[in-house]
């Protein structure tokens, strides 16, 4: 299947390294495209009624992974007529079969940017991101975000596009980053 030969209404699921754009790029597709947007870490911070961290913290991993899962099946269910563009969790990919109902559900398309973009992006954005707010720059963070990507490669490779998400840096950017998507995935043809 062809990314242009999707349905109006089926999900698109927006996948990536964390700070590759997804939320950025989402809210802005959504709003161009006349879709309804969701961050599924938002998703499940709404359902759950406590914070992703808190439920890492309290519950652990294997909880928030199961929270993860139900949400993710949860939108691939949904039915609107205005489809749904989701931002979804870096690591969501990789765990369970998450990855095959999105193949299977909606259109998977994989933000790719470079890993100095990512860790500049990371670096502006160092207090809301827990996961990497304690490493230090200059060779700490760099090295855990190469080994990261690396070992979720093979999940991210399995997305049905891709998509650049480099030039997402002023209004402009998203703006001419938004309609090079809608062109490529979004028209009917």
Do not use: W
Request: with cysteine; net charge neutral.
């Amino acid at each position: 299947m062809k990314a242009n030969d999707i349905q109006t209404a089926r999900p698109v699921f927006l996948l990536g390294y964390m700070a590759s754009g997804k939320t950025t790029l989402g809210r802005a597709l959504a709003a161009a495209a006349g879709r309804r947007f969701v961050d599924l870490d938002e998703y499940i911070e709404d359902k759950a009624g406590k914070t992703v961290n808190r439920i890492f913290a309290e519950d652990g991993e294997p909880a928030f992974r199961r929270l993860e899962a139900e949400a993710l099946a949860e939108l691939a269910d949904y039915s609107g007529d205005d489809g749904l563009i989701v931002a979804c969790g870096g690591g969501t990919p990789c765990f369970g079969g998450n990855m095959e109902l999105m193949n299977s559900k909606g259109l998977t398309v994989r933000l790719v940017t470079s890993e100095k973009v990512i860790i500049r992006r990371l670096v502006a954005e160092r207090s809301s991101r827990p996961l990497v707010a304690r490493l230090s720059a200059g060779g700490e963070l760099e090295r855990y975000v190469s080994e990261n990507m690396a070992r979720r490669e093979a999940y991210y490779s399995r997305a049905a596009a891709s998509f650049d998400s480099s030039r997402l840096e002023s209004e402009a950017e998203v703006t001419q980053s938004v309609k090079l998507f809608i062109d490529k995935f979004l028209q009917q043809k």
